[in-house]
Structures are given as structure tokens and as C-alpha cells.
Nanobody
Framework: QVQLVESGGGLVQAGGSLRLSCAAT????????MGWFRQAPGKEREFVAA????????AYAASVKGRFTISRDNAKNTVYLQMNSLKPEDAAVYYC???????????????????WGQGTQVTVSS
């Protein structure tokens, strides 16, 4: 089992920045990729970004590419999401997730991820 705990959410003005962190505990050696999804009220959960644990390969949703950066610190079993130039439409609950399955490419499908954090709220005021 893997446990994921997010932190770093909050309220920020449009154009501002936030950094989310996600610490993994438990069977962290089984994790092959970690990522972030988000869900706004009344909307489906959507892929934001993900990173392969070993190679550091990344993938981003088109809506955040160039503004968000995902990174990892394997020694701390932690993944980060640096969010810059935030927009009101970025407001959502952000979920950290972990994938333990070997894949040819990073998945953007929630169903492919095995473990989820409890979520952290990001609010962007206009």
C-alpha cells in the first residue's frame, strides 16, 4: 500500500503562484510514476501533470503547459507541482496520485492510477 499526502494549496490572486507538494509513504518502491489531477465543482477529474519516478520524464495537460512544472525528489519520496501565472479556471481540488504499473507512456487517465491523496484546495481570485 501507498499513502499520499498533499500540501500547499490555498488562496492566490490571478497571476500568482503556488507550489503543491505530495509526500508518499508505505511501499514507495512500487511507484513508477506520480501525477496530479484536479477537479472543479460540477466537472470531471482532469489530468494536470505526471512524472516518471526513475527517468523523470514528464507530461502536461495542454491547459497548464508552460505555466506548471512537475518535479520529484526521490530521496524524499515527494513530488511537487509549481504553478505559476494562475488563472481563475485553475481553481479546483488538486489530487496527487501514484501509478505502480509499467507503461510505454505516462497515462492521463484517472483509471490507470492506483493510489490517491485526499486532495488540496486551490482557489484563484480574479
Amino acid at each position: 500500500q501507498v499513502q499520499l499526502v498533499e500540501s500547499g494549496g490555498g488562496l492566490v490572486q490571478a497571476g500568482g503562484s503556488l507550489r503543491l507538494s505530495c509526500a508518499a509513504t508505505g511501499r514507495t518502491s512500487s511507484i513508477l510514476a506520480m501525477g496530479w489531477f484536479r477537479q472543479a465543482p460540477g466537472k470531471e477529474r482532469e489530468f494536470v501533470a505526471a512524472i516518471r519516478r526513475s527517468a523523470g520524464t514528464t507530461a502536461y495537460a495542454a491547459s497548464v503547459k508552460g505555466r506548471f512544472t512537475i518535479s520529484r525528489d526521490n530521496a524524499k519520496n515527494t513530488v511537487y507541482l509549481q504553478m505559476n501565472s494562475l488563472k481563475p479556471e485553475d481553481a479546483a481540488v488538486y489530487y496527487c496520485t501514484a501509478d505502480v504499473s509499467a507503461r510505454w507512456r505516462i497515462s492521463a487517465a484517472p483509471v490507470d492510477y492506483d493510489y490517491w491523496g485526499q486532495g488540496t484546495q486551490v482557489t484563484v481570485s480574479s
